[in-house]
């Protein structure tokens, strides 16, 4: 063997090299499988972080539903603050800390427990149930909660400001879109039959409210019954997206006035059915603890808005505290006529006013040019202007004649015949009827003709109605 022939052949074994660098190839392999395993390890504990904040802001997600779905079976639930606060309860005023917070478990068991507390974020530094306004925006009407989420460790807040469906939301609102039942005659079935939804009362009888082609709603719309149709009228302002909203399901939502009335009403804004149910206060109890003292009158009372900030206060009779006195209007707004014990209370179908001093009503009228809110235990009756210093009638618990009226001022045809308005915010708030004054003899012929009405005011009758 020649020495080149040695040579090429050593060269030719290349066993060793391929060795090496197969090796070298592992090696390189390792190290970047070994950082890539290493950053894995890296990431775990951001990523475990990142889910745990997740559930934790979902568990906050959850004490705002489970708020609202307590505040829908309560209403008064904001005003009550933490007074019930437990571990199926869990409100807590503002500024506790987590040991010191009521939680409620979403799920879980064990350590893996996701669960929420609320707490309270009153305008002053606490929540007070003797002060709606500690929670209460005046202005707003809003109020705010914080629902922190809390998991493994992780929390997360969520800040919600919560305002109910208010009735000034609408301008026409009602709960029954019938008459009201207890004005018809004693005895009648019909005072029990129509008082319910528009499936439930048809074939009975009940005199039903209707919408011509003359009337316009010029603003949002709800009713928790359907609408009667007959014609074309105007639901909603032209250019706007007012509401007309019905919670009944019974489709269309909307039904014709007998077989002669066409049902093609010009909806101008969303026309919605199945809206939520808006439920009527019981009472409006509630605005007598906001008077202030001076401004609580017991029985029957007349109130006079005489358009210069004050107002002429009057009871009927003669005698020591029933002498009209003027007052200024109240600087908290509020005013409320309370109920002594009255049994005379008749139906607006036959009434001729004379109820009596302990009937809880409120007769009104004038101009107010401050914001008020009037509030009867029974009835707001507007009631014709006059321009002397009272509208009593010349004798007690009797009512207006015709000259009564000439002798007042209010002459047939006369600017305010029968009004109530103002240059700013009015409120008629009655528990039972809110009714223009219009007496009536036992055979439902008119007293006294209605001229002129004007009633510039946000007007809600709580168990019955406005007639």
């Known amino acids: 063997m020649t020495l080149r022939h040695h040579l090429r052949s050593r060269l030719a074994e290349e066993g060793g090299f391929t060795l090496a660098v197969a090796m070298g190839i592992m090696m390189i392999a390792s190290i970047i499988s070994i950082a890539a395993f290493e950053a894995s390890r890296g990431d775990i504990l951001p990523s475990k972080q990142d889910h745990d904040r ?23 639930l904001w005003r009550k ?44 530094s ?25 998991y493994h460790g992780q929390m997360r807040t969520i800040v919600a400001t919560m305002r109910r469906s208010r009735f000034l939301d609408y301008v026409y609102l009602t709960n029954f879109e019938t008459l009201d039942p207890v004005t ?34 010029n603003g949002p719309l709800h009713t928790n019954d359907s609408i009667l149709f007959c014609g074309s009228p105007q639901m909603g302002r032209v250019g706007k997206t007012d509401k007309i909203e019905v919670s009944s399901s019974d489709t269309p939502g909307y039904f014709a006035n007998g077989s002669g009335c066409g049902t093609s009403p010009a909806f101008n804004g969303p026309f919605a059915m199945n809206a939520p149910f808006l439920q009527l206060p019981p009472s409006n109890a509630a605005l007598r603890t906001l008077a202030l003292p001076g401004y609580i009158f017991s029985g029957t009372t007349y109130i006079r808005f005489t358009g210069d900030g004050k107002m002429t206060v009057d009871k009927p009779g003669s005698g020591a505290g029933k002498d009209p006195v003027v007052m200024n209007q109240p600087s908290n707004g509020v005013i409320y006529v309370d109920d002594t014990g009255c049994t005379t209370q008749t139906s607006p179908d036959n009434t001729n006013y004379s109820d009596g001093d302990p009937c809880g009503d409120a007769y009104v009228s004038g101009t107010a ?19 002397n210093g009272s509208f009593e009638p010349d004798a007690p618990n009797a009512a207006w004649s015709d000259e009564d009226l000439k002798q007042d001022g209010a002459v047939a045809g006369a600017s305010g015949f029968h009004a109530i308005t103002g240059t700013t915010h009015i409120g008629l708030i009655a528990n039972r009827f809110v009714r223009v004054y219009h007496p009536i003899d036992s055979s439902g012929n008119a007293a006294t003709n209605v001229r002129d009405v004007r009633i510039d005011a946000a007007i809600l009758a709580l168990t019955d109605s406005f007639i």
Do not use: H
């Open 54 to 76: 997740r559930v934790a802001y979902t568990a906050a997600e959850s004490g705002i539903s489970w708020y609202q779905n307590k505040l829908a079976g309560d209403p008064d």
């Open 126 to 150: 606490t929540c007070s149930t003797s002060d709606p306004y500690s929670m209460l925006s005046s202005t707003a009407g809003t109020f705010r909660i914080r629902s922190t989420g809390r």
């Open 369 to 387: 040019t401050a914001p008020v809110t009037i509030g009867a235990a029974l009835d707001i009756i507007v009631a014709p202007t006059t321009t």
């Open 81 to 124: 603050c933490d007074s019930n606060s437990s571990s199926t309860n869990p409100i807590n005023q503002p500024n506790v800390t987590a040991a010191q917070r009521t939680w409620k478990t979403v799920s879980g068991s064990g350590t893996s427990i996701a669960d929420f507390s609320i707490g309270l974020l009153p305008i002053t």
């Open 184 to 217: 018809y005659p004693t005895g009648d079935a019909r005072i029990t039959q129509c008082a319910d939804y528009r499936a439930g009362r048809a074939g009975d009888g009940c005199t039903e409210i209707q919408f011509a082609n003359v009337d316009k709603i």
